[in-house]
């Protein structure tokens, strides 16, 4: 486990860390605005549920995304490469030729549409969500939907205009901009857990099994939302290429934190105001 987070050569540039909380965590990094708000529109905030589901979030940051894509997912690069294909690569090795190679082909073929399709969707859910948050603004409540609708699409547009400068300008762009973003998530977080620090207690897996025992159904479908805690993660991996290993996991270290922060305070907030 230590070695995991000890740079290759090449890779100890702090540059890359920052780089990497533009072009790969941005993702991630806007969960915090939606997620709560989908999963409380199918739940009660009761003290109870909102231990259950902070801490089905917290484990599923966990066990998601830094066991399964930061130490498993990532320790099978294919020449410093990730991403679905350079998956098949490595998994045709181990393999015997025939069925079993076309099924890995198939899965490669299934990974990559699902990225594709989480690149269509994600964004808009996103860059929608975070200009409906100029509704929260006084004197600009009344806006219409119309309005937010048009200005998410222009904000899109321009994104995708400038993709074609290449990666590096890009991540470069963003990453500074990331970076005051999480520890913004991190500081907000902090000042409102620091008014009931008993929301510590959803660090405990317990409470995320006893929400899934006691609801039965209800809990699965809540589960199938609280994976939204964790969209884009995948990108630590099929990013891999860009920036390397070490600059993602290490950024991957400061972006949890703020994450985690700022989940237990917005269920600090559910809490003092159900």
Known sequence: MKALFRPAPGESSWGGVIKSMGLVFGDIGTSPIYTLTVI?????????????????????????????????????????????IMLRETLIKVMKRGRSVSFAGFLTYLGVSLLLGDGVITPAISILSAVEGTLLIPGLENIGQNYLILAAALIAGALFSIQSRGTDKVAWTFGPVMVFWFSALAVSGL????????????????????????????????????????????????????????????????????????????????????
């Open 191 to 274: 000042f409102s857990l620091l008014q009931m620090p008993q929301i510590l207690r959803a660090v405990n897996p317990l409470y995320a099994l006893n929400f899934l025992a006691d609801n039965g159904f209800a809990g699965f479908v809540i589960l199938s939302e609280v994976i939204l805690c964790a969209t884009g993660a995948e990108a630590m991996f099929a990013d891999m290429g860009h920036l390397g290993r070490w600059p993602i996991l290490r950024a991957w270290m400061f972006v949890f934190v703020a994450l985690a922060l700022n989940y237990l305070g917005q269920g600090t907030y559910a809490l003092l105001h159900p």
């Open 40 to 84: 409380f529109a199918l739940s009660r905030p009761t003290p109870d549920h909102v231990l259950g589901i902070i801490s089905l979030m917290l484990w599923t940051l966990i066990i998601l995304v830094t066991v399964q894509y930061g130490w498993l997912a990532m320790s099978l690069g294919y020449k410093g490469q990730g991403g679905g």
